[in-house]
């Protein structure tokens, strides 16, 4: 299975910073890479698809990039509704399997 | 409005079984693959299971594999899980997903608002 390792596991931001989020696979995924943000007590919703696409409805500061082993998810300037659990997700191989999730808080 | 909601949550006792549903609206159902996530109280996601929108492609996960069986019915805009010999560690919060891709698992979008599972003596 691809082992997909988020770092940092938590952490903590003031309303306007800018937030950055990495997913390293354990081999090369191409750009098989999609980001879900959870709110608390709520379902996940696709943020990024294909490592960088933003899906549709999805506030422009929000934004993923990479290829191979290391992707990166970016917060351009956070905002107090952007408290939650964000994961990657690979589809390249079999089984799909996500990273284990940071946990965003506002400082 | 795409929207997909879950049924069948329930407490069921070890080596029981439990058949979850979950209904999709908004959407030409059959045209979309389909998929079941699960997340254990306090944990991450883990993908259970694909099925192709005329269920000829079905995956899954080896934790489930001959454990879980993956349906759906186009003609009433359904999918199902039907899970057997249910452990304590298939307790979870179980959701079912739209796959935006055709013939392979990729992206899911949206997703139910989930249903309890607890599997417990």
Known sequence: ?107 | EVQLVESGEGLVQPGGSLRLSCAASGFSFSVYSMNWVRQAPGKGLEWLSYISGRSTTIFYADSVKGRFTISRDNAKNSLFLQMNSLRAEDTAMYYCARDLSSGYPNWFDPWGQGTLVTVSS
């Open chain 1, 1 to 107: 299975d691809i082992q997909m390792t988020q770092s940092p596991s938590s952490l903590s931001a003031s309303v306007g910073d800018r937030v950055t989020i990495t997913c390293q696979a354990s081999q090369d995924i191409s750009n098989y890479l999609n980001w879900y943000q959870q709110k608390p007590g709520k379902a996940p919703n696709l943020l990024i698809y294909e490592a960088s696409n933003l899906q549709t409805g999805v506030p422009s500061r929000f934004s993923g990039s990479g290829s191979g082993t290391d992707f990166t998810f970016t917060i351009s300037s956070l905002q107090p509704e952007d408290i939650a659990t964000y994961y990657c997700q690979q589809y390249d191989n079999l089984p799909i399997t996500f990273g284990q999730g940071t946990r965003l808080e506002i400082k």
